[in-house]
């Protein structure tokens, strides 16, 4: 049976690519603010430093909209150019797969882990433009969800390089990290790079993607062993948890149990006190 050829169903749904409506609608949004901060810059440099950008001076006198404004500055046209370059090509696959909604809280909640980041990290003089800080829990993100995905492209005379997700993502936060120690004075943007990256990391494991951290690994292994001991019989209990736990009393007392021995105690309660099943 031959299927070049044959006419699509009429009732079959055309396919169309997905939209990247968030994406589009936050590099748009990028491109209006920095283009009004130029403006404004131009005219008014005081005011975007003083009054828009983060800084503990203006967390000091209740400038609450910092919060809000500084979270797309741009340091420059080059920062500028960059971010939008890296989050549009990375992004348009992030948003594919964890749909527009995901896509954009992704984003915010950089931005202001961002934020809280170069409140914890950087002296109290510096002031913060913290765009970056979204880029950076995208690529992370996108890091994390595809780690082994080789990212290729040839830049004019320089050969076809290749370059592991991970790596991109653990190359970010290399960066942010050793600007965070070395430039720490006047106008940032860089410190928002570590809050963003650590924001996009945690969102992706929270959505399920990436490999179990270790505090994951310890709540799987508790929570199987858990599961286990509820799934013994009382005579099987006994002979493996509470037996061991009677002898220890017997040679060191009450007094020596660990806090994992008491509660098997407690669990051999439980257990008499259930009705048969």
Same mark, same amino acid.
């Given at each position: 049976m031959r299927l070049s050829?044959?006419?699509?169903?009429?009732?079959?749904?055309?396919?169309?690519?997905?939209?990247?409506v968030a994406l589009l609608s936050l590099i748009g949004v990028n491109f209006a603010v920095f283009v009004a901060q130029?403006?404004?810059?131009a005219y008014q440099p005081a005011v975007v430093v003083d009054y828009l950008g983060l800084s503990y001076?203006?967390?000091d006198r209740a400038y609450a909209w910092q919060f809000f404004s500084a979270m797309f500055l741009q340091a420059g046209a080059f920062s500028f150019a960059g971010s939008m370059i890296v989050l549009y090509f990375i992004g348009r696959d992030v948003e594919s797969i964890l749909g527009q909604k995901h896509f954009f809280y992704l984003y915010l909640f950089g931005l202001a882990g961002g934020e809280v980041g170069h409140l914890f990290l950087m002296p109290a !003089?510096?002031? #913060?433009? /913290?765009?970056?800080? %979204?880029? =950076?829990?995208?690529?992370?993100?996108?890091?994390?969800?595809?780690?082994?995905?080789?990212?290729?492209?040839?830049?004019?005379?320089?050969? !076809?390089?290749? #370059?592991? /997700?991970?790596?991109? %993502?653990? =190359?970010?936060?290399?960066?942010?990290?050793?600007?965070v120690v070395f430039d720490r004075q006047g106008v940032v943007s860089h410190s928002a790079l570590l809050g963003g990256a650590a924001v996009g990391?945690?969102?992706?494991?929270?959505?399920?993607f990436?490999?179990?951290?270790?505090?994951?690994?310890?709540?799987?292994?508790?929570?199987?062993?858990?599961?286990r001991r509820r799934q013994m019989s009382l005579d099987e209990f006994i002979a493996e948890e509470i037996d061991p736990v009677l002898e220890k009393i017997s040679r060191s007392g009450f007094g020596s149990l660990t806090w994992r021995e008491r509660r098997a105690l407690a669990e051999a309660r439980e257990k008499m006190t259930e009705p048969p099943q």
């Open positions: 050829g044959r006419k699509a169903s009429s009732h079959a749904p055309r396919w169309t690519p997905r939209q990247r130029q403006i404004l810059q001076r203006g967390i !003089t510096t002031v #913060l433009f /913290a765009a970056p800080g %979204g880029v =950076a829990a995208v690529v992370v993100a996108f890091a994390t969800i595809l780690p082994d995905l080789e990212l290729t492209q040839s830049l004019f005379f320089i050969p !076809t390089a290749k #370059l592991k /997700a991970k790596y991109l %993502g653990s =190359a970010l936060f290399a960066i942010g990290l050793l600007l990391w945690l969102y992706a494991h929270l959505l399920g990436g490999r179990p951290s270790f505090a994951q690994r310890i709540l799987r292994r508790r929570r199987m062993e858990g599961e």
